[in-house]
């Protein structure tokens, strides 16, 4: 073993004649551990959370939206688009779609009995074929909860691919959630008045559309804002409340990896407009780049605050190893005699501060990991619906770029830490350490 390890390992084991250096030490290392712990276990938490947002609003909206644009002449038919998406993208799907801002009128004597909605029309055949959007529906049946996930998903598929049939009575199918039924006054078989927007010219009461909604089902994302302002039916039926709407229906893309949608949207966009085609087209990711920027300015300002308490176990190992240097004057001054160049005794104690905060990092991932797994595994915290999106649980989700610099940082401090203590063992002269060491 070189000399400098056997240095190190032995002030490391030794009965010291200061008993506080050894409380100190340990302080230290509990303090790496609980740091490190910690920055495991908010990191995984900011992923899952993170993970649970892209699930949800990546299955409920289109990953690319392409609208038709009004003012181009001669724009392009939705089948030249369409063919140009599966040419240049990883298409995993297409479908139609319209939006439709409207009113809609539920009980009488329903708490807000007239909301506002963005009634949006899909093509339930195409849609009732994607499993991460047909996921976010129900039927509102008791037993839905007792269900196993693939009976679920098969009626849930049903439910969706039915939008597209109307009532005997000729209401219109439509899935909304339930906070916007509860508000409504309204249940699974109940009757909605669609009304249209107060127009100019036409006064500034809302008009009563020919047809009638009917409430088929339940739709929850997770998503407050999306769930209680969206309500879904089948494009035809959009068309037969807006008699002679003769526009083109905008077309919904489905990526493969939708967290690549921004490049995607910047490639369909330049060859649109090398085309003349006369689209437009925006990113799921533009739509939302303030809330995603918002989660990674969180992120990162949680790692630098918990990374503080391994700073401040830095601070206890400081003296810890100043007081070491202080307690091995006498040999330190020996050593020096010998012959042990200053290099060397520098790398003592060097080693001695990586090695501690190699201990505290190893055992703080230890504890971090072992908490995620429990949080993963156990009931231990219950959410609130709607608080974290598509879960009740706590969202855990451990990545590997993340323990690797928790890892990095907390041993850099460690090592940091070490300067000053090592500087001055070597600033020690042979015949002062033995005089008064």
């Not at 250096?21 to 920055?39: C, D, K, M, N, R």
């Not at 039915?162 to 109940?190: F, Q």
């Amino acid at each position: 073993m070189p000399l400098e390890w056997a240095l190190c390992l032995r002030y490391l084991r030794s009965t010291r004649v200061e008993k506080a250096l050894s409380f100190i030490t340990t302080i230290s290392v509990v303090g790496v551990t609980l740091g490190v712990a910690a920055l495991v276990v908010a990191m995984a938490v900011m992923n899952g959370y993170r993970a649970n947002l892209v699930r949800a609003m990546a299955g409920a909206l289109p990953h690319l939206s392409v609208y038709a644009a009004s003012s181009s002449e001669h724009p392009a038919s939705p089948e030249q688009v369409s063919a140009l998406l599966r040419e240049l993208l990883p298409v995993e799907s297409l479908s139609p779609f319209l939006l439709e801002d409207a009113l809609v009128r539920g009980a009488p004597d329903a708490p807000e009995a007239i909301q506002g909605i963005l009634l949006r029309g899909i093509d339930p055949p195409a849609e009732s074929q994607v499993p991460a959007f047909v996921s976010f529906f129900n039927d509102g049946s008791a037993d839905w909860e007792r269900l196993d996930a693939d009976t679920r998903q098969a009626r849930a598929k049903a439910l969706v691919a039915g939008l597209s049939r109307a009532a005997p009575d000729g209401r219109l199918p439509v899935l909304l959630s339930r906070g916007l039924a509860a508000k409504l006054g309204v249940g699974v078989g109940d009757t909605l008045t669609p009304l249209s927007l107060p127009q100019k010219g036409r006064g500034f009461a809302p008009v009563p559309y020919d047809g009638r909604l009917v409430v088929r089902g339940y739709l929850s994302t997770g998503i407050a804002t999306f769930d209680e302002l969206v309500a879904v039916t089948a494009i035809d039926h959009i068309r037969t409340l807006l008699e002679g709407d003769s526009r083109a229906p905008s077309i919904g893309v489905r990526l493969r990896d939708p967290l690549r949608s921004l490049g995607a949207s910047a490639t369909l966009r330049e060859a649109l407009f090398e085309r003349g085609y006369g689209w437009s087209v925006y990113s799921w990711l533009e739509s939302n780049r303030g809330l995603f920027q918002v989660i990674n300015l969180q992120k990162a300002m949680l790692f630098i605050i918990l990374m503080m308490i391994v700073v401040i176990a830095v601070f206890g190992m400081i003296s810890g190893l100043i007081m070491l240097v202080a307690e091995k004057t006498k040999e330190i001054a020996v050593l020096q005699a010998l012959g042990l160049t200053a290099r060397a005794i520098r790398r003592v104690f060097l080693l001695q501060g990586v090695l501690i905060g190699i201990t505290g990092t190893a055992a703080g991932m230890a504890v971090g990991l072992a908490i995620c797994w429990a949080l993963a595994t156990f009931p231990v915290i219950d959410i609130p619906p709607g608080v974290y999106p598509g879960s009740d649980r706590l969202p855990v989700l451990v990545a590997v770029g993340d323990l690797l610099s928790v890892a990095g940082g907390a041993v850099l401090f460690a090592l940091l830490a070490t300067l000053y203590p090592s500087r001055k063992a070597t600033a020690l002269r042979p015949a002062e350490g033995l005089r008064y060491g």
